[in-house]
C-alpha cells in the first residue's frame, strides 16, 4: 500500500524485551502481518500479542484497533478538509465584496472627474462670455 504521502503520525510501543507490540496509525495488509509472525526470532505463529500494559491482544483485537485508529484519523483528516474548504470559500465571498467595493469606488471617483471635468468647462466659458462678450453667440 502505498504511492500517496501522508502526514500520518505513527505510534510504536515496545514490550519488555524490546519487541515492537502494536503500531498505530499505519494500515498493514494480512500478507504483511503473516509475514512479520513468520520471521519473528521465536518461530511461534502465536495470535496474541502483548499489549502496551501486558494484556494481550487476539489478531481479531489488533485488527479492530488499526482499524478504529484510521478511522479516527480519516474522520480527523475530512474534518481538518472541510475546516479548510469553508475557510476558502469564505475567503472569495471577501474577496468578491472586496472587488465589488473597489469597482464601484472607482466608477465613483470616474464619475466625480466627469462632472469636475464639466464645471471646468462651464466656468471656462462663462469667464470668456464674462471678459469678452459675444465670443461664444451662435
Known amino acids: 500500500m502505498g504511492g500517496t504521502t501522508s502526514t500520518r503520525r505513527v505510534t510504536f510501543e515496545a514490550d ?13 495488509s494480512e500478507n504483511v502481518i503473516d509475514r512479520m509472525k ?3 526470532p521465536s518461530g511461534s505463529k502465536s495470535q496474541r500479542y502483548s499489549g502496551a500494559y ?4 487476539s489478531d481479531e483485537e489488533l ?3 488499526v482499524a478504529e485508529e ?23 465571498r ?26 471646468a ?8 462670455l464674462w471678459v469678452k462678450p459675444g465670443v461664444f453667440t451662435s
Open 16 to 28: 519488555e524485551n524490546e519487541n515492537i507490540t502494536v503500531v498505530k496509525g499505519i494500515r498493514l
Open 94 to 119: 471577501e474577496r468578491a465584496a472586496a472587488n465589488e467595493q473597489l469597482t464601484r469606488a472607482i466608477l465613483r471617483e470616474r464619475i466625480s472627474s466627469e462632472e469636475e471635468r464639466a464645471k
Open 38 to 40: 513468520e520471521s519473528s
Open 70 to 92: 484510521l478511522a479516527l484519523e480519516q474522520a480527523k483528516k475530512e474534518s481538518e478538509d472541510q475546516k479548510r474548504l469553508k475557510q476558502a470559500k469564505e475567503l472569495d
Open 54 to 57: 501486558g494484556a494481550s491482544v
Open 63 to 65: 485488527k479492530r484497533r
Open 121 to 128: 468647462k462651464h466656468l471656462i466659458k462663462v469667464e470668456l
